[in-house]
């Protein structure tokens, strides 16, 4: 029986019964494309994409994320 690898990143759906074919994917469509970021900027990045409040990060403390 033999593993599916299927891609998360993002958006992708690429999915291969070949190791080596996902881990070709994943160098040649996302890790060689993507964009440099400043060390400075990482923490602020990863609190958009996971939709955490920004608040924290421009005065210093936790604040409440306000449910739609």
């Known amino acids: 029986m033999s593993t599916l690898h299927s891609c998360r990143w993002d958006w992708c ?40 409040s920004l608040g924290s990060y421009i005065t210093g403390e936790a604040l409440p994320l306000l449910s739609v």
């Open 13 to 52: 759906r690429y999915t291969t019964a070949s190791h080596e074919g996902f881990v070709e994917h994943v160098i040649s469509e996302h890790v060689e494309k993507a964009e440099p970021v400043k060390k400075k900027d990482v923490n602020l990045i990863r609190r958009v994409e996971e939709g955490t």
